[in-house]
Nanobody, 126 residues
Framework: QVQLVESGGGSVLAGGSLRLSCAVS????????MGWFRQASGKEREGVAA?????????RYADSVKGRFTISQDNAKNMLYLQMTSLKPEDTAMYYC??????????????????WGQGTQVTVSS
């Protein structure tokens, strides 16, 4: 059973940075699709970034975070990261790590993901 555990959330002032981490367990092999999603209060859960861990370059970002957020993985440590910079108040949300089953594609569609973490809260104040 795949398990995902996020960490690294917190409160930060606008313009600040945070790095979210997701510990992955139960996944055999090193090539899989993972993503970061977020859900603000009263809004739908939306895809932020996605990555295919087997190949460099298969990464996608939501337009709202391009140039500010960076998704990366460390296969040796079974970790997924989301480096967030130039944070804005509208980035405030619960952030979730998610993983697909195989075969997969690094998409930002929520329905493509089967496994989800419990979430970590990010709060950006102005």
């Amino acid at each position: 059973q795949v398990q995902l555990v996020e960490s690294g959330g917190g409160s930060v002032l606008a313009g600040g940075s945070l790095r979210l981490s997701c510990a992955v367990s139960g996944y055999t092999g090193s090539s899989y699709c993972m993503g970061w999603f977020r859900q603000a209060s009263g809004k739908e859960r939306e895809g932020v970034a996605a990555i295919y861990t087997g190949s460099v370059g298969y990464i996608r970002y939501a337009d709202s975070v391009k140039g500010r957020f960076t998704i990366s993985q460390d296969n040796a440590k079974n970790m997924l990261y989301l480096q967030m910079t130039s944070l804005k108040p509208e980035d405030t949300a619960m952030y979730y790590c998610a993983a697909q089953t195989r075969p997969c594609a690094p998409v930002l569609a929520r329905d493509a993901y089967k496994y989800w973490g419990q979430g970590t809260q990010v709060t950006v104040s102005s």
